[in-house]
């Protein structure tokens, strides 16, 4: 009862319907719940509002398709199908004209536990590897997340090149010479990662504004070796709170910040520039509206608002992506959940031994002041034993000096009777 009140109000909510809507989707949302293939994707999706709010929304024209998931994105820019707008998207992002010639699978990778909405690595047609990723919540280290993912795409790139030196040589030496010539091999790898919502070391102090990052070791004396990684870092955030407004309203020419060419070998072309700004509007749009007025300033989109209509007409495959999408969402809310869990009970834990510490130091205090006390009240005892000894001896000697002094008295008084017996 409690789920169809919920579905009642989903539609009582949401009741303009655009030219970029399913007509009759309630009927299209009936046949959902009804239909044995896709009625556990229904209930696991109205399990959470706000997915199940965002679905009946694009069905009903109100909500565009969440972009930046993997299950969409992918759909979006297909390796296979879009791999054209995949390289334009790749290359605006690197500053380079490139060519995405081959998807790699994620199961080789060694970091899988992050809060990730999409992950893509890509094999570039000048042999470098690229990462593109999605951030959902930003950390407060993402440094070493960061390092470790650009780590790993070496560390993929180098066995790559050794399986390939390593089937067609068979002596020893050859095998370690071709080890040799794989490191001359070694191309860039570039790791791309949008960020929805920045951290603290994702604002420039330089310019608030500043929202695409790029970044690469240098050394101080300005020596050119050119090391293998490079980072792209997109603050979406930043971006949508203070350029989108102006790309949404015609002001598409590039702006300072929207890029620094000292950055880039050879300098953005301006259809890089604009492609950027195209891109990035994208996955800030949030509604059919927004989508049809950044068509009307970049042409190129077009297919792709074609691309996101026909989804209208499919119903029960956008069940099956949304569901998907909150699938990744809750493991990795599951994982991020865990971690934090893992991360409090570290912190407890060394709590815990601060506070079991300081105790056994008061504990070894308090014995020590026990001890103490019981010491000095040995020697207080010790004292009050000597003090009485001398107070008796000093009684004794008293009494002997009384005694003295009566037998001297007696003495004296009998000289003096036999003085007056003389007299």
């Known amino acids: 009862m409690k789920d169809k009140q919920k579905e009642t109000n989903s539609y009582n909510n949401i009741k303009v319907v655009s030219h970029d809507a399913l007509p009759n989707y309630e009927m299209a949302l009936q046949s959902l719940r009804d239909n044995s293939s896709s009625r556990l994707m229904y209930e696991y999706l109205m399990s959470d509002e706000e997915w199940y709010e965002h679905f009946v929304g694009f069905l009903a024209g109100k909500k565009t398709l969440p972009l930046l998931y993997d299950p969409f994105f992918k759909m979006i820019f297909n ?9 334009e998207l790749v290359s605006c992002i690197l500053g380079q ?20 909405i999409m992950d893509m690595v890509v094999r570039l047609d000048d042999g470098s590897i690229t990462n593109i990723e999605i951030q959902k919540v930003p950390y407060d280290f993402p440094a070493a997340r960061i390092t470790c993912y650009s ?10 090149l050794q399986g390939m030196t390593k089937k067609n040589e068979n002596d020893e030496y050859m095998e370690k010479l071709s080890k040799k010539r794989s490191y001359a091999n070694m191309k860039k790898v570039h ?45 979406l955030d930043t971006f949508k709170k203070y350029r989108y407004s102006d790309i949404i309203e015609g002001r598409i020419d590039s702006v300072d910040f929207d890029c620094d060419d000292s950055q880039y070998e050879i300098g953005l072309t301006e259809k890089m520039r604009t492609d950027r700004l195209k891109y990035l509007s994208l996955f800030c749009a949030e509604t059919p509206d927004e989508i049809n ?6 042409p190129d989109l077009y297919a792709i608002r074609q691309k996101i209509n026909e989804y209208l007409t499919r119903p029960e495959e956008v069940l099956n992506m949304f569901s998907e999408a909150l699938r990744i969402l809750d493991n990795n809310t599951a994982e991020l959940m865990a971690d934090r869990y893992k991360a409090e009970l570290e912190v407890a834990n060394k709590k815990a031994e601060r506070w079991k510490a300081e105790a056994e130091k008061r504990s070894t205090e308090a014995e020590q002041g026990r001890a103490q006390a019981e010491q000095e009240k040995a020697e207080a005892e010790k004292r009050s034993t000597e003090a009485e000894a001398r107070r008796v001896q000093a009684e004794q000697g008293r009494a002997q000096a009384e005694a003295r002094i009566k037998e001297l008295e007696a003495q004296i008084k009998e000289l003096e009777l036999q003085y007056e017996k003389l007299k």
């Open 191 to 235: 790791t791309i990662i949008f960020f929805e919502k920045s951290s603290k070391s994702l604002k420039s102090h330089i310019d608030k504004r500043l929202y695409f990052h790029v970044g690469r070791i240098k050394f101080n004396t300005n020596i050119k070796m050119k090391l293998l990684q490079e980072y792209h870092l997109i603050s």
């Open 97 to 116: 004209h490139v060519t995405v010639i081959e998807v790699f699978p994620n199961a080789n990778s060694a970091f899988l536990n992050s809060f990730v």
């Open 293 to 298: 007025r950044l068509v009307s300033l970049f």
């Open 79 to 87: 390796p296979i199908e879009e791999r054209a707008r995949l390289s």
């Open 151 to 160: 780590a790993d795409l070496v560390l993929r790139q180098f066995r790559m």
